[in-house]
């Protein structure tokens, strides 16, 4: 197999491990062409695919930090909390 892809097997010591490692460094990535908007809707257009991998890494990335999270567990924690 690897020498179908023009490398021979004594290059590639690490089997499974070393050629999925090859692949990733040497091949394109693959680009998706579709994905869904907020609401479900198919997006094909690649200026709308593109500008929702920036909102959807913009809301994953942009989290609050730990202290903001703590404090609002607290919070939460005190709602439940029976009163006496």
């Known amino acids: 197999m690897l020498k179908s892809l023009?490398?021979?097997p004594e290059v590639?010591?690490?089997g499974m491990l070393g050629y999925a490692?090859?692949?990733?460094?040497?091949?394109?990535p693959t680009k998706i062409h579709v994905v869904r908007n907020e609401d479900?809707?198919?997006?094909?257009n690649?200026?709308?695919v593109?500008?929702?991998?920036r909102e959807?890494?913009?809301?994953?990335?942009n989290r609050p930090?730990?202290?903001?999270?703590?404090?609002?567990?607290?919070?939460?924690?005190?709602?439940?909390r029976p009163h006496h």
Not at 50 to 53: D, E, G, K, L, Y
Not at 56 to 61: I, S
Not at 65 to 80: I, L
């Open 6 to 8: 023009g490398m021979a």
């Open 12 to 14: 590639c010591h690490g």
């Open 21 to 28: 490692t090859w692949r990733l460094c040497n091949e394109p």
């Open 40 to 44: 479900g809707k198919m997006l094909t």
């Open 46 to 48: 690649e200026k709308e």
């Open 50 to 53: 593109r500008q929702r991998w």
């Open 56 to 61: 959807h890494f913009a809301e994953v990335l």
């Open 65 to 80: 930090h730990a202290e903001q999270k703590a404090d609002s567990v607290s919070e939460v924690y005190q709602s439940f």
